[in-house]
């Protein structure tokens, strides 16, 4: 009688202990919601263009100039491509040009269309068909100084030579001081054109390093020579 006495004392004890340590685990505070993984970043939105490169970009759309937007980049010493276009289709194939800033692509295609394509007809009686240039972004000084070229800032363009559906091909070098009147005048008329289409041009007359080739920009104060 008293076991079974106090086995029966002690079983509500037992359920009391469990109860309670079952509200004890209740009570703990709970575990933190599992943290979801981190989402790989997302690349950052490309910058807006700036209203004078999205004036220029209208009004090569206007002019229905082909061309491709590129993305601002920086290499380092001062050389970046900001607010750059690459020519696709200005009405005459271009070898050689690469990034462009608007302005500077404007502009030369400006100078191709109402310059230099009217006066191959008009004073070598045959059609431009190409120009080859010497490129235009390259990250480098300018020749014989430590400044920064515009070059790299693909600010500038370098022209050599003009081919015409004949056959003919004008060059820089040969044509500036060439025997041939018609390619002597037609050379200098299109240099003049640039004078007032670009902020710099330089020609055969400037320096020897230009005696090749004729280098156009739209960096610094107005020069033509």
């Known amino acids: 009688m008293r076991i079974g006495f106090v086995l029966s004392s002690l079983l509500p004890l037992a359920l009391a202990g469990c109860l309670s340590g079952s509200g004890d685990r209740d009570r703990q505070s709970p575990r933190a ?12 939105p ?12 209208a009004d090569l759309d206007r002019d229905r100039v082909e061309y491709r ?12 491509v900001v607010g750059a276009v690459q020519l696709l289709d200005i009405g005459v194939p271009v070898s050689g040009l690469k990034s462009m800033r608007c302005p500077l692509a404007r502009s030369f295609s400006n100078w191709v ?3 230099v394509a009217p006066a191959a007809n008009q004073i070598l009686g045959s059609e431009l068909v190409r ?22 800032l693909a600010n500038a363009v370098d ?3 003009f081919v015409l559906r004949d056959g003919r091909r004008v060059s820089v070098l040969d044509g500036w001081r060439s025997s041939d009147e018609r390619e002597r005048r037609f050379l200098r008329v299109v240099f003049e054109s640039a004078c007032k289409r670009f902020t710099t ?10 005696a090749n080739h004729f280098h156009f ?5 107005k020069f033509c020579r």
């Open 159 to 161: 022209i050599a030579v």
């Open 33 to 44: 919601a599992p943290v979801p993984p981190r989402s790989a970043s997302r690349p950052a």
């Open 217 to 221: 920009d739209m960096g610094g104060r």
């Open 46 to 57: 490309p910058p807006q263009p700036s209203a004078q490169t999205r004036q220029c970009l």
């Open 69 to 80: 937007v590129l993305r601002d980049q920086s290499f380092g010493g001062g050389c970046m």
């Open 201 to 210: 041009a330089l020609g055969p007359d400037y320096n020897a390093a230009h």
């Open 113 to 115: 269309r109402y310059g």
């Open 131 to 152: 120009i080859e240039s010497y490129g235009t972004f390259n990250c480098r000084p300018i020749a014989g100084s430590a400044r920064l070229s515009e070059h790299g």
